[in-house]
């Protein structure tokens, strides 16, 4: 993240801590960029002990946007309640993709139809929100397992107008969505159980495990969203899920396996992967005939 000085409020003129202190303590516990996030902190803070307390928060290793109480995505400022999991700056290219097969939808409908729009394993609703500010006709739908992350989500897609359901996976989802969705993503969890331990502090010890266990192989949840796909797309409707470039060929063919064509599209500024699969237009002979 990056703060301009005019972003800073009068606070960072008569704090006690001093950007050069905040800079230093921070720099002490290892944060790369120290400056930016002290910018950040007296930005924020609405008092001196507000400061003074959320420095101590950051230097004792919770993640920054757990202190900030938001995180920059995709050009907005996303409401982040501590223990939801933070959006990362890679999933801005599984935004952009959506974004682009949403308007692909409704160019191709009725001028007054909305893309139906559902984000699966929503966390903070922060690719919901992100698509429901970029596109201007859309029905949008969110569902998570973890209540603390729906509360968090039902805030940040208020303005899109979007309802987030509690629950597992479509579980929670209206039945009138089935076969109506335009665009699905599902920014599910993909590290193998046994990386776990390998992940940065911020992440394992103060995000939810279920934001970021995928099974033994990082593939289970996945394999969940693909295989229940179908029945929700909309005919030639399109299922997003963010990968990484060494799972991608089996997300693949969890894809096909399941009747969806799929495609694998990256971005190395990001160091971003996304599988999409789309759900045929026409259902084949067989399924059309009831076999």
């Known amino acids: 993240m990056s ?32 400056e930016d996030e002290a910018e950040l902190l007296l930005s924020t803070a609405r008092t001196p002990a507000d400061l003074a307390a959320m420095v101590d928060r950051r ?4 993640p920054l946007e757990h202190v900030l109480g938001w995180a920059e995505f995709h050009g907005l400022r996303i409401a982040v309640d501590p223990g939801v999991f933070v959006p990362r700056r890679r999933t801005e290219f599984l935004v952009g993709q959506a974004v682009a097969l949403a ?10 139809a909305r893309a139906v729009v559902v984000d699966l394993c929503c966390g903070s ?11 201007d006709r859309i029905e949008l739908h ?17 303005p899109a107008g979007g309802r987030v359901y509690e629950g597992d996976l479509y579980e929670p989802l ?12 599902a920014n599910a969890p993909y590290v193998p159980t046994e990386a776990i331990g390998l992940l940065p502090p911020e992440a394992r010890l103060y995000e939810p495990l279920v934001s970021l266990d995928g099974g033994a192989d990082g593939l289970d949840v996945q394999r969940r969203v693909t295989a229940a796909a179908p ?12 990968t990484s470039e060494r799972q991608a060929s089996r997300t693949v063919e969890a894809f096909a396996a399941n009747g969806l064509i799929p495609r694998v599209v990256s971005c190395d500024d990001l160091n971003a992967t996304v599988v999409i699969g789309t759900r045929p237009a026409v259902a084949p002979v067989g399924e059309r005939h009831g076999r």
Do not use: K, M, Y
Request: glycine share 10%; proline share 5%; hydrophobic share 50%.
């Open 3 to 34: 703060v301009s000085p005019s972003s800073l409020s009068p606070l960072s003129g008569r704090s006690d801590l001093s950007r050069s202190v905040i800079v230093t303590r921070l720099r002490a516990v290892g944060c790369v960029f120290a």
């Open 59 to 62: 230097v004792a290793g919770l």
């Open 103 to 112: 308007r692909q939808a409704t160019a191709t409908a009725a001028r007054t």
């Open 125 to 135: 609703g922060a690719v919901g929100a992100a698509l429901g500010a970029a596109l």
């Open 142 to 158: 969110a569902a998570d397992i973890d209540p603390v992350a729906v509360r968090c989500a039902r805030g940040n897609l208020a």
């Open 174 to 185: 209206p039945l009138t969505l089935r076969g109506r969705i335009d665009v699905l993503v």
């Open 231 to 242: 029945q929700w797309l909309a005919p030639g409707g399109h299922l997003l899920v963010e």
